[in-house]
């Protein structure tokens, strides 16, 4: 399993494009990237996912650089309600045979302050 | 809407006593995850399961114990509850196709007095 490092906290004003960034220099071909999100006193929810390049949805953007040895989770003009601690994944999506484990590391907690 | 749903939100169990904590997804997901959090630890994996009857270990299996007996139903157990199980126990399920999109539950805040 791909070993992940990304920053314990970071902070910041609210407004304000917010990117954190993950990394995974051991990241195998068929690993994707996977980001979640966890409020207080509640379970991590699932984010955004990326294999290469750029994916954005609703919520984040992620950028892959070519090597992909890291990757950028971006959180355009955050609110107070983005504070919560966001954590960097890197497995195979489809575990096919079994025996998959999803391990998470401790995240990164983000507070945006007002 | 998809779920996972814990038993309890909040349990305060005694030193020694045999604890389950049970946890029922209706996604018909074949991965199941029991997990705990501790303040500065972030979420540490305690075993997984791909399927029905089979389980592993995963980095902090000690003390604990699991059982799938049916796809929907992943329980951990606690032979024997001590004061350093008190901690929060979060379940999580995914399917095969997309092992890495995983719903949590709310979580049961398990205190062993």
């Known amino acids: 399993l791909a070993k992940t490092t990304q920053p314990i906290s970071m902070d910041s004003y609210e407004g304000q494009e917010v990117n954190i960034t993950c990394s995974h220099n051991?990241?195998?071909?068929?690993?994707?990237i996977t980001w979640y999100q966890q409020f207080p006193s509640q379970g991590p929810r699932f984010i955004i996912q990326g294999y290469k390049t750029k994916v954005t949805n609703e919520v984040a953007s992620l950028f892959i650089p070519a090597d992909r040895k890291s990757s950028t989770l971006s959180l355009p003009r955050v609110s107070l309600s983005d504070t919560a601690v966001y954590y960097c994944l890197v497995g195979e999506v489809a575990s096919g045979a079994g025996s998959y484990q999803l391990t998470f590391g401790k995240g990164t907690k983000l507070s945006v302050i007002p | 809407d998809v779920k996972v749903t814990q038993s309890s939100r909040y349990l305060v169990k005694r030193t020694g006593e045999k604890v389950f904590l049970e946890c029922v997804q209706d996604?018909?997901?074949?991965?199941m995850f029991w997990y705990r959090q501790d303040p500065g630890l972030g979420l540490r994996l305690i075993y997984f399961s791909y399927d029905v009857k089979m389980k592993e270990k995963g980095d902090i299996p000690e003390g604990y114990s699991v059982s799938r007996e049916k796809k929907e139903r992943f329980s951990l157990i606690l032979e024997s509850a001590s004061t350093n199980q008190t901690s929060m126990y979060l379940c999580?399920?995914?399917?095969?196709?997309?092992?890495?999109?995983?719903?949590f539950g709310q979580g049961t805040r398990l205190t062993v007095v």
């Open positions: 996604m018909d997901h074949e991965n």
């Open positions: 999580a399920s995914s399917s095969l196709a997309r092992s890495t999109e995983a719903f």
């Open positions: 051991n990241i195998a071909t068929n690993d994707y």
